[in-house]
């Protein structure tokens, strides 16, 4: 069960940073760095081990990769710019430490 709240807690996780991001740069940009890390740890805290946080980073690289492709519509919910660029590799740096960290 609690690899079952990791992975939905890691999709919240990644649909919330998706929608500030763009939010007030580059002060969303940073506020979701921060929240990645922190909630991907919380994540580990909570459920405890390094095999939860894999989860939700696996969960939140997923829904942030879909955020990034386009849609039906054609519809892109990160942009190619700067901020949207930043958001993947940075987001992804930040997803990694925090599931590579001690506990």
Known sequence: ???LFSIVTGALLGAASVLVHNLWPPFGLIFVIISIFIGI????KTWGGRAVRIFATVSWT???T???TIGNGGE???LGNNIGNFFIFLGL??????TLAKA
């Open 1 to 3: 069960m609690k690899y």
């Open 41 to 44: 740890r919380l994540v580990g």
């Open 62 to 64: 997923l829904v942030v």
């Open 66 to 68: 879909r955020a990034g």
């Open 76 to 78: 892109i919910l990160i």
């Open 93 to 98: 740096i930040s997803a990694i430490l925090a």
